[in-house]
């Protein structure tokens, strides 16, 4: 099993639709939880730390929940710009120095 | 402007050619990294560095080779060894322990002719 599995979609949502992904994760010992924001051909871009009490950004929301070992995000009134992939990473401390895991993405068209 | 910078864009290898890939950045941040993309799959680890001249192998780091010289700059090779280096190569860096919010370099291309 994938430490951090996404559904890759692709998810087609008209213009203007509220659209959530969701992430789950293996390892309970994760601690700090993101989504980054993919351009086509391009470098991912930190979108938003979620935190335990969730956390909200404009349109923008985003949940944890520790119990479920899943984190969403969810999208209101989608625009065009935000076609792009959504990728959930996770950070896992176990004492020594670990890295970020980084799922797979789903991918967002938002279409006119 | 502060930021991290990758180059090329696009690199092409041929057999059993050795090929180097350069990340730099100015945001004076400690800690940096070398990720492989894969169409339709996510970002694997090849090596980290959380100090000048050291650094870690990450989950995928055969046939790959790094140096940490100088805190803004962070090189990678990719050796004959790597049979499979068709890939999208994305430089990160963070500004303290490892795992904090990375930023990432606009990424380099490489295919193989």
């Known amino acids: 099993r994938k430490e951090v599995e996404q559904d890759p979609g692709p998810f087609n949502v008209p213009e203007g639709a509220t659209v959530a992904f969701n992430c789950t994760y293996s390892n309970s010992a994760s601690q700090s939880f993101f989504w980054y924001r993919q351009d086509c051909r391009k470098e991912p871009k930190l979108l938003m730390s979620?935190?335990?009490s969730g956390n909200e950004d404009g349109r923008f929301t985003a949940q944890l929940n520790r119990a479920s070992q899943y984190i969403s995000l969810l999208i209101r009134d989608s625009k065009l710009s935000d076609s792009a992939t959504y990728l959930c990473v996770v950070k896992i401390s176990s004492g020594s120095a670990r890295q970020l895991t980084f799922g797979s993405g789903t991918q967002l068209t938002v279409l006119p | 402007d502060g930021g991290i910078t990758q180059s090329p864009k696009y690199l092409f290898r041929k057999e059993g050619q050795n090929v180097t890939l350069s990340c730099e950045q100015n945001?004076?941040?400690?800690?940096m990294y070398w990720y492989r993309q894969d169409p339709g799959q996510g970002l694997r680890l090849i090596y980290y560095s959380q100090i000048v001249n050291d650094f870690q192998k990450g989950d995928i780091a055969e046939g790959y080779s790094v140096s940490r010289e100088k805190k803004e700059s962070f090189p990678l090779t990719v050796t004959s060894a790597q049979k499979n280096p068709t890939a999208f190569y994305l430089c990160a860096s963070s500004r303290g322990e490892v795992g904090e919010t990375q930023y990432f370099g606009p990424g380099t291309r490489l295919l193989v002719l």
């Open positions: 979620v935190y335990s």
């Open positions: 945001l004076n941040h400690d800690a």
